[in-house]
């Protein structure tokens, strides 16, 4: 199976010319039409009032997002596992990982600081602490 | 599974990873485009920073106004999709590239551009109407991460105008010789880049604010 992807992936390449790393029509279009339906979804869903709650509503924007993001990358950056041998894919799955460490471990950090450390802060029961 | 075992009988020399990949790349550039795809990801871990600073200062009101009462959605609406059209029309430009048509080629540009311009109007236009309502960056924690995060964001953009006007002047005076083939390849990376952050803009920035 193998031998034969990468003959057909050989052929594709020598027909893109000097440009590889173009996309075709169909991509642009496939994604242009995805991203709009999925950005018109989670703005729908906040201006018409969600009617969901708010735990949910923030949910499935967040999944929008995450799948409008993956549909850019696919559909407009082309970064696909052939490309540049693999590099830019690897590049990005390193700089995603990354990407998550950094915001999810900051917005942990400093919600549980704020709820351990904001109470003491207070003037009320600053008097009240010995 | 047939077939491939057929196939491999009549290739004489079979390989299992990309040879073709790292020759094919000399003549564009390929180094080039690898090398500007590793800065786009050490701009996207910028925007990471700054985007947990915003995520962290997102509640810090300071007593002064929540996301509800500044933002307006339609506005922020029309910028995705004037960003969203401008992404489009710039793939359009660089399939108009391929073949060596220069002046559809510039044509995209030039929309492009103007839909970049207009993207940069309107969010200046929301930062103007911001503090003239009096919620400036100095307001509150909130409003500085919101001032940084998509200043940051619309610098970016105003910085792909200015290529992609660079590159009409480079087109015109060259044409689509194979390094502004190459250049123009970079600029769309960087053009659908910062579509890519503006997804996260609106999303953590606008939606969820407003949900809030």
Known sequence: MSIESDANLDQELHAHGDTHGHGSMRSYLLGFALSVVLTAIPFWLVMAGPPVTMAVAATIIIAFAAVQILVHTVCFLHVTSQAEGGWTLMAYIFTAILLIITIAGSLWIMYHLNSNMMPGMTPGQFTETP | ?212
């Open chain 2, 1 to 212: 599974m047939a077939k491939a075992k057929a196939k491999a009988q009549v290739l004489p020399d079979p390989t299992f990873h990309l040879v073709e990949a790292d020759d094919h790349a000399h003549d564009t550039g390929g180094g080039t485009l690898l090398g500007f795809w590793i800065y786009l990801m050490s701009d996207a871990l910028l925007f990471a920073a700054v985007f947990a600073s915003f995520g962290v200062l997102s509640t810090s009101y300071a007593g002064g106004p929540t996301p509800r009462d500044i933002f307006e959605l339609p506005l922020v609406a029309l910028n995705t999709g004037i960003l969203l059209v401008s992404s489009i029309t710039f793939g359009f430009a660089m399939l108009a590239m391929e073949p060596g048509r220069v002046r559809a080629t510039q044509g995209w540009l030039l929309v492009t551009a103007l839909l970049g311009a207009s993207f940069v109007s309107v969010e200046l236009y929301e930062f103007g109407a911001l503090i003239a309502e009096g919620a400036t960056p100095q307001r509150s924690g909130f409003l500085s991460g919101f001032f940084t995060l998509v200043g940051l964001h619309g610098l970016h953009v105003t910085a792909g105008i200015a290529w992609i006007l660079v590159m009409l002047v480079q087109i015109g005076q060259r044409g689509l010789i194979v390094a502004n083939k190459r250049r123009l390849m970079c600029l769309g990376m960087f053009w659908h880049f910062l579509d890519v952050v503006w997804i996260g803009v609106f999303t953590f920035v606008y939606l969820l604010g407003m949900l809030r």
